[in-house]
């Protein structure tokens, strides 16, 4: 893969995050993902390996935050998900391949990465997106430590080798 391929990818992650996450508030934001999302398949160099990813990861992501939130872990404002989030996991799902790849290879840098990153999106876009922490903030951090540091390189294995 080339570098302006991971790159343009890495920077489609960012975007697309920023789009889900403000399009709770704004949805045409969020429904800007669809058109991103075919312009990265269009890209793609292996459209078919790209789909089936898709298909493995966002919704073992969409049934994890499904879960928290009805454990009481997030407050949505709609049952089971908010599109706006089920959006954004497809967004993910489209680095897995690609620019977060490496997560798979790397496993142990994958969950540290993971334990730092996964909360600290989960936070930030909890607040733009007017998510409720039930638990409160600290708490709720806490508790996707442990979660993320198995879910990404679980996720990027899931996503380049099943």
Known sequence: MSRRWLLANALWLQAGWWLCVLGAEKPFLSLLVIPGLAVHLSLCPD???????????????????????????????????????????????????????????????????????????YLSGARLANVDLPMGTLETGLLLVPIWAATLPLLARLAVRC
């Not at 993910?92 to 990153?117: C, I, K, N, P, T």
């Open 47 to 121: 459209v078919h390996a790209e789909v089936k990813a898709l298909l493995r990861v966002t919704p073992v992501g969409c049934v994890l935050d499904s879960v928290l939130g009805a454990l009481g872990v997030f407050g949505f404002d709609t049952w089971p998900l908010p599109l706006w989030l089920a959006l954004l996991w497809l967004v993910l799902a489209s680095g897995m391949r690609h620019s977060l790849a490496w997560a798979d290879r790397h496993w142990r840098l994958g969950a540290l990465v993971g334990a730092v990153g996964g909360p600290l999106a």
